[in-house]
């Protein structure tokens, strides 16, 4: 049974997942997200201040240095996660790019120029609106540095362009080249922007989030983050990175932390849970899968190998890193682990998103960098209940993965017996001699 499913993935789920691992597009957008983590965390840590004097009052020079400088404190967030669309549209430009071997600082600047003619809007006094060159802006930044680094590869391809004599400077000649691709992206997204403006009464961002509106809305849903974690144990179990998954979670899960921490900057609560702070504290607790149980029943194993690995895989796990469990034990096309890594794993992950659901854990402001479990979880948004959700899914994943590592070890167990018969220079009957004697060879 075991091996046909494993055929069948093999033949339709695994092809389907490197195909979206090597695709440019989505591959720049991965990237473009990665490269938002530095923004993430130093976002965050502005919102660490404000909550100081929460914790030790309000009557005491420290906070009162806080409250007075709030403003400061909080610039790095306004020109950090308040401009993040703008700069994943420049990285994911970069990207493409470099992919198709383009002139880099050309294509960045038509792609940023794209965006910005989507996205940006004026106010009555003359000033231009950034609302959409934040989170909001995800999805039209995608859409505009895609358009155009694909316009500029087009115009190059039908030689769309100013060639200038071989004696003309390259910058001069580059410059030049760019006049006539320029006035075809700029021409095609003012159509868009006047079309959307005229026709629609409505900036283009805002029917990206309108189109996107089902799909953001249903992951911030504790059934959906279940099915998601699942997916990615599936992913990993065969051998599969669930990193190619990215490209459509990493722009809901970054919008979302942006909307906590912008509530509770104003003065509120975070209201979603599917951040990028849960998905590692939580959902990867000790690694894809919670394989925690699995490196405790490793270390008091009675299999020298299992033993081994069990030590190895130990300081990682702690990091919320399970490959040297993964690869090791090991766990990928294992049917024996199957269950308790693909299923369980999953929902042992999402345990404390329902705890979020129910209101019994505070939603994540924060995205920490790896500093080891429950820290990690309490980090996320600061609250004591983190610390309770770790705990549980760390008892639950010692008894899920027992029956099933007894299982395995038992036929390791029997392998290392016969391994060390065939080794022996005695019988049976002269090892049990020995034994009795007490004497070691």
Same mark, same amino acid.
């Given at each position: 049974?075991?091996?046909?499913?494993?055929?069948?993935?093999?033949?339709?789920?695994?092809?389907?997942?490197?195909?979206?691992?090597?695709?440019?597009?989505?591959?720049?957008?991965?990237?473009?997200?990665?490269?938002?983590?530095?923004?993430?965390?130093?976002?965050?840590?502005?919102?660490?201040?404000?909550?100081?004097?929460?914790?030790?009052?309000?009557?005491?020079?420290?906070?009162?240095?806080?409250?007075?400088?709030?403003?400061?404190?909080?610039?790095?967030?306004?020109?950090?996660?308040?401009?993040?669309?703008?700069?994943?549209?420049?990285?994911?430009?970069?990207?493409?790019?470099?992919?198709?071997?383009?002139?880099?600082?050309?294509?960045?600047?038509?792609?940023?120029?794209?965006?910005?003619?989507?996205?940006?809007?004026?106010?009555?006094?003359?000033?231009?609106?950034?609302?959409?060159?934040?989170?909001?802006?995800?999805?039209?930044?995608?859409?505009?540095?895609?358009?155009?680094?694909?316009?500029?590869?087009?115009?190059?391809?039908?030689?769309?362009?100013?060639?200038?004599?071989?004696?003309?400077?390259?910058?001069?000649?580059?410059?030049?080249?760019?006049?006539?691709?320029?006035?075809?992206?700029?021409?095609?997204?003012?159509?868009?922007?006047?079309?959307?403006?005229?026709?629609?009464?409505?900036?283009?961002?805002?029917?990206?989030?309108?189109?996107?509106?089902?799909?953001?809305?249903?992951?911030?849903?504790?059934?959906?983050?279940?099915?998601?974690?699942?997916?990615?144990?599936?992913?990993?179990?065969?051998?599969?990175?669930?990193?190619?998954?990215?490209?459509?979670?990493?722009?809901?899960?970054?919008?979302?932390?942006?909307?906590?921490?912008?509530?509770?900057?104003?003065?509120?609560?975070?209201?979603?849970?599917?951040?990028?702070?849960?998905?590692?504290?939580?959902?990867?607790?000790?690694?894809?899968?919670?394989?925690?149980?699995?490196?405790?029943?490793?270390?008091?194993?009675?299999?020298?190998?299992?033993?081994? /690995? @069990?030590? =190895?895989?130990?300081?990682?796990?702690? %990091? &919320?890193?399970?490959?040297?469990?993964? !690869?090791?034990? +090991?766990? $990928?096309?294992?049917?024996?682990?199957?269950?308790?890594?693909?299923?369980?794993?999953?929902? /042992? @992950?999402? =345990?404390?998103?329902?705890?979020?659901? %129910? &209101?019994?854990?505070?939603?994540?402001? !924060?995205?920490? +960098?790896? $500093?080891?479990?429950?820290?990690?979880?309490?980090?996320?948004?600061?609250?004591?209940?983190?610390?309770?959700?770790?705990?549980?899914?760390?008892?639950?994943?010692?008894?899920?993965?027992?029956?099933? !590592?007894?299982?395995?070890?038992?036929?390791?167990?029997?392998?290392?017996?016969?391994?060390?018969?065939?080794?022996?220079?005695?019988?049976?009957?002269?090892?049990?001699?020995?034994?009795?004697?007490?004497?070691?060879?």
């Amino acid at each position: 049974m075991f091996d046909k499913f494993e055929a069948f993935m093999s033949k339709y789920l695994t092809p389907i997942a490197n195909k979206m691992d090597k695709q440019r597009h989505l591959s720049a957008v991965k990237k473009a997200m990665v490269a938002m983590t530095p923004l993430l965390i130093i976002g965050s840590f502005c919102l660490i201040p404000e909550a100081i004097p929460n914790m030790i009052g309000e009557n005491n020079p420290v906070s009162q240095w806080i409250l007075a400088n709030l403003d400061i404190i909080y610039v790095p967030f306004k020109v950090g996660m308040a401009l993040m669309s703008l700069y994943v549209s420049a990285i994911i430009a970069y990207h493409l790019a470099q992919s198709y071997k383009l002139d880099v600082p050309g294509t960045l600047c038509m792609a940023v120029i794209a965006f910005l003619m989507m996205a940006v809007d004026y106010t009555e006094d003359g000033g231009i609106s950034t609302g959409f060159l934040g989170p909001k802006g995800l999805f039209a930044a995608m859409f505009s540095s895609i358009i155009a680094v694909e316009l500029y590869r087009w115009c190059k391809k039908k030689n769309f362009t100013i060639k200038m004599p071989d004696s003309v400077p390259d910058f001069v000649s580059r410059s030049f080249e760019m006049i006539p691709i320029s006035v075809i992206i700029v021409g095609f997204f003012l159509i868009i922007r006047v079309v959307c403006i005229n026709g629609l009464n409505t900036l283009p961002p805002l029917i990206f989030t309108n189109l996107f509106a089902p799909l953001v809305g249903s992951m911030d849903n504790p059934f959906a983050v279940t099915f998601l974690q699942i997916l990615r144990c599936l992913l990993f179990f065969f051998g599969i990175h669930p990193s190619v998954l990215s490209p459509i979670t990493s722009p809901i899960s970054t919008q979302f932390l942006a909307e906590n921490i912008a509530a509770v900057q104003a003065g509120g609560q975070a209201m979603h849970f599917f951040a990028p702070g849960p998905e590692s504290a939580f959902g990867n607790f000790t690694g894809t899968g919670v394989t925690f149980g699995l490196v405790f029943w490793c270390l008091l194993s009675k299999s020298k190998a299992q033993k081994q /690995i @069990g030590r =190895v895989a130990l300081i990682p796990a702690l %990091f &919320g890193i399970n490959e040297p469990i993964l !690869f090791g034990a +090991p766990i $990928v096309l294992n049917p024996i682990f199957f269950i308790p890594y693909v299923i369980c794993g999953g929902i /042992i @992950g999402t =345990v404390p998103y329902w705890m979020m659901y %129910f &209101g019994w854990l505070k939603c994540s402001t !924060f995205t920490p +960098p790896y $500093v080891g479990v429950f820290l990690e979880g309490y980090l996320t948004n600061f609250d004591v209940m983190s610390l309770v959700a770790n705990g549980i899914q760390l008892v639950l994943s010692i008894l899920v993965w027992y029956p099933f !590592f007894k299982l395995y070890e038992k036929r390791e167990l029997e392998q290392e017996n016969k391994i060390k018969e065939e080794k022996s220079i005695f019988t049976k009957e002269d090892e049990a001699l020995l034994n009795d004697l007490d004497l070691d060879f």
